[in-house]
């Protein structure tokens, strides 16, 4: 029993050096400049990032901004306008009932009136196809253009004659007295005058026997 | 970190960077590698802030230590440990031959203990290191606490064998 004692106590104080770096070794000293040396190195690291970081923000947003910019105008541009909707849709209304009274007048307000006025056969039968094709395609313009053509005809269609009422409209029109034209134009110039009404000037009724008594 | 914290920081540094050492070396029988262990262990530790919610600070540097050392094997190559006489402690104030009788002794047994298999020389290491019972050394290296028990009891019995055979041999060299 003394040997095992002996060699316990070899053992334990074996075991209480094992792998002892010793109070002198300066361990914690290595490892504390060793943690410093990392934390300079972090904090360099993220100050070193901060650079690239910065530049790529100056160049991802005026980037991100010129896209939605450009995104937002070729929207506009393509999108139809109120204005041209406007312009566009009274003229197809209109067209039928306006143009007409001026063929009668015989004065043309518009370059494209004046081809209706000099056959008003022909221009009422243009003015059939364009609110054929108004019907057929969009009122957006780009939408427009992509609408089809109108089928072609295998022959081009001859030019049908005036029928016997056309014929007669247009005699009298250009043969017709002026002064019934003139009338027309006028009461049409006219037709928004104020109204003026001449005073009535009624006499007072004389009663018969009056006075007599 | 605040200024309090890196103070309490580096006391723990200060505090625990042997034992470190001495589980990292107990796994990777070299003192360069321990070292570099050890280093690791503390900048992870900084860089986390799990340490100030540990509540058995030896046990959790422990596991630490433990799972980055066996770690570090399994990344470096294997090589051969290399004896290194600056881990041997500085002596109280003996004579020169019992300084030298005491140092040979002293490394004759850490060698029998760097030969002994890990799974007995850790325990064996831990125990001795910063008394850890074997519910703590259980804990540590997620074994049951019989086992512990076991290998401790096996590890002693194996290093005095062999401490006692090497005596014998030595006797009968006297003698011879």
Request: charged content about 25%.
């Amino acid at each position: 029993m003394p040997e095992r004692d002996e060699l316990d106590l070899l053992l334990d104080a074996g075991l209480a050096t094992y792998a002892d770096p010793g109070l002198d070794s300066g361990l914690e000293e290595r490892v504390l400049s060793a943690l410093a040396a990392a934390r300079m190195t972090t904090q360099e690291r993220s100050r070193s990032a901060w650079w690239p970081k910065r530049l790529a923000w100056a160049v991802a947003v005026p980037l991100a901004a010129s896209l939605l910019l450009w995104i937002s105008i070729a929207k506009i541009s393509h999108a139809p306008s109120s204005h041209i909707q406007q312009a566009y849709k009274p003229e197809t209304a209109k067209t039928p009932n306006a143009i007409a009274p001026r063929i009668e007048a015989g004065g043309p307000a518009h370059p494209s009136e004046a081809k209706a006025r000099v056959h008003p056969a022909t221009s009422m039968r243009l003015i059939g196809s364009t609110q054929d094709k108004m019907k057929s395609c969009p009122l957006r313009t780009s939408e427009a253009a992509k609408c089809a053509p109108l089928p072609k005809l295998d022959v081009f269609p001859k030019p049908t004659p005036p029928s016997m009422e056309e014929q007669a409209l247009v005699i009298v029109a250009n043969t017709g007295p002026a002064s019934p034209r003139e009338a027309l134009i006028e009461s049409q110039q006219h037709a928004d005058a104020p109204l003026s009404i001449v005073a009535l000037n009624i006499p007072p009724l004389a009663v018969p026997g009056e006075g007599k008594n | 970190m605040t200024t309090d914290e890196e103070a309490e920081f580096t006391a723990l540094v200060r505090r625990q960077s042997s034992f470190v050492f001495r589980v990292a070396y107990a796994v990777l029988l070299n003192a360069h590698d321990a070292e570099d262990t050890v280093q690791e262990v503390f900048l992870k530790l900084y860089r986390n802030s799990g340490w100030r919610d540990a509540k058995n600070e030896a046990a959790f540097l422990a596991r630490v230590a433990w799972r980055v050392a066996v770690d570090r094997r399994r990344s470096a190559k294997p090589t051969e440990p290399i004896a290194d006489s600056t881990l041997d402690p500085p002596s109280a104030q003996p004579g020169p031959e019992e300084m030298l009788v005491e140092a040979s002794q002293h490394a004759l047994i850490h060698a029998l203990i760097d030969a002994l298999p890990e799974d007995l020389r850790l325990p064996l290491v831990l125990s001795a290191a910063d008394d850890l019972n074997s519910r703590e050394i259980g804990a540590i290296l997620r074994i049951p606490e019989g086992t512990v028990r076991t290998r401790l009891h096996r590890a002693r019995q194996i290093l005095r064998q062999r401490l006692a055979n090497l005596n014998a041999r030595n006797q009968e060299n006297l003698h011879a």
